[in-house]
């Protein structure tokens, strides 16, 4: 392997039809070695032990990769999921998201979005205006990858999180992934949630509004989560949409910023100084 090259790397392990883990990173051929024995070591670690572990390595087209910046992150301390939810509907229709759009969003979340009334593997995508579902396999859904974070912003990004309490590799991972999908063609918003009953936080992100992360967006013991990409319907191009999610390699190679958190009496405040540095929106 070229070490002055990148490569994607990409792990999948399973047992029997179930998905028990998925990771990936972007890294230099040097480094090969050490993250497909770490990403193996993830696998294996699992309550539920695969019986299968496939990792892809592809070399990236060193043309081919979009840096990015990472979203702005902000905490709302909202104390439960039924604030947390309202507020979250709330930041969504600052994006330009619909209320019947978030509603619809959150009821899916809720109940489990895919066909057989499961968590899926990827993510919805969710016309912003009516809240109709576009995304091709409703059971699987559709997943970002080939993104990471370059070495650099790697240690920034980590040491700004840890200053922030906010060590579980969850965050620092969705994080990046929000990043990706916030450049997206046509992407309005994203709204999450995990599907592990022991994590309750969830995010509301875009480019506009930055990664807004609330610790609840529900109860502790639910198992059921995933996430909803809102996009503009209008000249909405799904296939390029989808090659960007699904292929097009992205290494987050800047760091923006990450907030201390804000109390849900204090909002107004935050998004009167958003709109005063550019958005022409007031609903929030
Ligand atoms: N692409 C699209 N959708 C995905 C992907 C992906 N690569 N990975 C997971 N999903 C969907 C899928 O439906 C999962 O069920 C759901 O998202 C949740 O995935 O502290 O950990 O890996 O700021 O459980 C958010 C808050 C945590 C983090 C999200 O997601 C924080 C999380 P999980
Ligand atoms: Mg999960």
């Known amino acids: 392997m070229d070490p002055n090259r990148l490569y994607s790397i990409r792990m999948h392990a399973s047992a029997g039809e179930k998905h028990v883990s998925g990771a990936e990173r972007i890294v230099s051929g040097e480094r090969i070695d050490r993250t497909v024995n770490a990403l193996i070591a993830r696998a294996v670690s699992k309550s539920c032990k695969p019986d299968r572990i496939t990792v892809n390595i592809d070399c990236i087209e060193s043309v081919a990769i979009r840096n990015l910046t990472s979203l702005d992150l902000v905490t709302i301390d909202a104390p439960d999921a039924t604030t947390g939810r309202q507020w979250a509907m709330r930041f969504l229709e600052e994006t330009g998201v619909s209320p019947l759009a978030a509603r619809e969003a959150i009821a899916l979340l809720t109940k489990g979005p895919a066909l057989s009334g499961k968590t899926m593997r990827g993510a919805m995508i969710l ?28 240690k920034k990004i980590s040491r700004l999180l840890s200053e922030a309490g906010l060590t579980h590799f969850r965050t620092c991972e969705a994080l990046a992934l929000a990043t990706k999908v916030a450049s997206a063609p046509g992407i309005i918003a994203e709204l999450c949630w995990s599907d592990d009953p022991d994590y309750t936080a969830g995010y509301v992100a875009s480019r506009g509004i930055g990664y807004v992360r609330f610790p609840y967006l529900k109860e502790h013991g639910n198992d059921r989560g995933g996430r909803a990409f809102f996009v503009r319907h209008l000249d909405f191009d799904r296939t390029a949409f989808i090659r960007f999610l699904e292929e097009e390699p992205a290494l987050i190679a800047d760091v923006g910023t990450c907030g201390t958190p804000v109390a849900p009496g204090d909002i107004s405040n935050l998004c009167l100084n958003r709109n005063s540095q550019g958005s022409n929106r007031t609903t929030c």
Not at 127 to 146: C, F, K, Y
């Open 127 to 154: 016309d912003a205006e009516m809240g109709n579902r576009l995304e091709p396999d409703r059971e699987r859904g559709v997943r970002t990858s080939r993104f990471d974070w370059s070495d650099e912003a790697n």
